[in-house]
C-alpha cells in the first residue's frame, strides 16, 4: 500500500505494554525505518499479567514499563507515554477520551494506529481482551471528532496551546474486517526482536516467535518466495 499523504508522524494507541509489538510491531519498524517519529501511547500499567505468586502489581507494572521502553527502542520508536491507568479496568470514559486528545494534539499524527473495538473474540480461538475494545473505543472517539474540534476541551487549547489535530488516517489492527495489507518481510525479524524484551510475558520465546511468523505469513505469495504482512482496515478522513 502507498500511502496518501507523506507520513512524518505515526502514533500508536494502544492498550498494555506489549500490545503494540504483537499487534502492529512490523509496520510501526517499517514507518520508523522510512523516517517517521513514531510514539507509543500505553493506556494501563499491566500490572494484572502474571500467574508468579511471588509477583505483586507493583512490580510487575515496574517491570512491563521497562520492558516496553526496550521494545519499542527495538523498532526505532523515539518515545512511549504511559498512562498508567490499572490493567484489566480500562473504559473509553470521558478522562480517557481527553488525555488521548491531548496527546494527538500534541503530537499532531499523519496515521493514529488502535485495536479495533469490536472484536469480542477471534473466531474459535479465543476472546478479546476488554481493555483491548475499550482503548479502540476511546481513540477512535479521541480521534473523530473530539481532537478536530475546537469547542472540546478548548482548555487545551488556552492553557496549553495545543490546537484542533484532524488525523488524516486512522489504522485498526487484530480488525475483524481488514481493508488492507502491508509487507512486512523486510521488518518481521526486528517485530520478534522487540517481543523478545517482554521476558514476564512470554514463556517460551522461539515458539513466540513461530508462532508470530506463521500468523504473518502471506497466503498469497508465490509458492517459492515467503512473504510477512500485517493486516489493518484503514479509515481516511482527509
Request: a negative charge.
Amino acid at each position: 500500500m502507498t500511502e496518501p499523504v507523506k507520513i512524518e508522524r505515526v502514533l500508536g494507541i494502544f492498550a498494555h505494554p506489549d500490545d503494540p509489538e504483537f499487534f502492529a510491531g512490523a509496520s510501526f519498524a517499517r514507518w520508523a525505518a522510512r523516517g517517521a517519529e513514531v510514539t507509543f501511547v500505553v493506556a494501563t500499567n499491566g500490572d494484572k499479567g502474571s500467574a508468579d505468586p511471588e509477583m505483586t502489581g507493583p512490580r510487575l507494572a515496574a517491570i512491563r514499563e521497562e520492558e516496553e521502553k526496550a521494545a519499542a527502542a527495538a523498532l526505532g520508536v523515539r518515545e512511549v507515554i504511559f498512562l498508567r491507568n490499572p490493567d484489566g479496568e480500562l473504559t473509553p470514559n470521558t478522562q480517557l477520551r481527553r488525555d488521548l486528545v491531548r496527546i494527538i494534539r500534541m503530537k499532531k499524527p499523519d496515521i493514529v494506529v488502535t485495536c479495533d473495538p469490536t472484536v469480542y473474540w477471534y473466531e474459535t480461538r479465543g476472546i478479546n481482551h476488554p481493555d483491548h475494545r475499550a482503548i479502540g473505543a476511546a481513540t477512535l472517539e479521541a480521534v473523530f471528532p473530539i481532537a478536530r474540534d475546537r469547542l472540546n476541551y478548548p482548555e487545551l487549547e488556552f492553557d496549553e496551546g495545543l490546537a484542533v489535530h484532524k488525523t488524516p488516517l486512522v489504522y485498526i489492527s487484530g480488525a475483524a474486517e481488514p481493508t488492507v495489507r502491508i509487507d512486512v518481510t523486510d521488518y518481521v525479524d526486528a517485530k520478534v526482536a522487540s517481543l523478545r524484551h517482554h521476558v514476564s510475558q512470554i514463556a517460551d520465546m522461539e515458539a513466540m516467535a513461530a508462532r508470530v511468523r506463521d500468523r504473518m505469513r502471506d497466503p498469497e505469495a508465490p509458492d517459492d518466495e515467503i512473504r510477512y504482512i500485517e493486516r489493518f482496515r484503514v479509515i481516511r478522513l482527509a
